[in-house]
């Protein structure tokens, strides 16, 4: 356990950027050979693996991880990010033995943890920096609620709110379980890789159903209803959002998610926004006419043979 060793299996079996190479393995000799750090990250990594349940509120896993990862920052002199990143994917080798011992796949493995090569290439166009800006997001993957199935992500959850609602007759209770959706930036979202990850989920989840259809749910900036009036219908974003029953959105006064369209950039003035593709042009134009973004929440069902919204 934290090894260069399995650094570069890791490297390797996600076939991480070249140019981030050099850097990560420079970077995790000087964590693992500074006095100290070792029992800092298995201090950590004990919490990490802490099951909490599905009933947790976001974020509250990575909290008490926190002063390890600032400590660890502070000993090494290596920035945050980075840290973060390193702590995560060299622990990946103990949730690598969890998925074994349950009887999953090397192969679900592999898919499932490549989101921290998804981040980690997403930290670099935003800041520039080879490691994870989002650290908090990750103890339901190694607690095994989260899974890649396909193009999209999948978890178990409970129906959150007040309000009942109906889809083609059937109707989801608060406390429900419902199937929770994440769509990692890897790739187009098309129809059919969304079509075949629903199907995928369907018979990876099949057995916990007792019969039941599958209820999808997701809550996204994907799913604001107005992006059909910010973006054009032909584009697949737009598209996913017809897969749903859209059943609550709401605006906001700041674009949170301005920095997944503009990267690096997303700290600008509107008005020097990049326009180089067709989502940047369209989403600043209707930020230069003073118009809000926000989100969206929906749901579908799928019983393995039709699916309903």
Partial sequence: MYT?????????????????RASLRENCETLVT?????????SAETLLFKDY????????????????????????GLHRHVVDFLFLALASERLRENYRAAGLTDELFWDTIADLKFKLIE?????????????????????????????????????????????????????????NMHIPSCGSLNRAVRIESYKKAYEFYKKDLDGKPMVFRCHSWLLFPKNREILPETLNMV????DFYIYDSEEYDVFHDKWRVFAKDFEKPNSELPED?????????????????GAG??????DGEKFTK
Avoid at 159 to 178: C, E, L, Q
């Fill in 53 to 76: 349940g599905i009933d947790g509120a976001y974020g509250a896993e990575w909290k008490p991880i926190v002063p390890h990862m600032d400590a660890l920052s502070e000993r090494t």
């Fill in 123 to 179: 930290c670099h166009d935003v800041y520039g920096i080879w490691g994870t800006f989002v650290a908090s997001w990750y103890p339901w993957f190694y607690t095994m609620h989260r899974f890649k199935l396909g193009r999209l992500q999948y978890e178990a959850v409970h129906f959150s709110g007040d309000t009942p609602v109906t889809v083609g007759g059937y109707t989801v209770k608060p406390g429900d379980t419902v199937y």
């Fill in 277 to 293: 593709t067709t989502q940047r042009r369209c989403f600043k134009k209707w930020l230069l006419d003073g118009k809000k973004t």
């Fill in 34 to 42: 500074t006095p100290g750090a070792i029992d800092e990250l298995v």
């Fill in 297 to 302: 929440a929906g749901i579908f069902i799928y």
């Fill in 4 to 20: 260069l060793d399995y650094l570069n299996c890791f490297i390797e079996n996600l076939d991480l950027p070249e140019a981030s």
């Fill in 239 to 242: 598209d996913f959002i017809g």
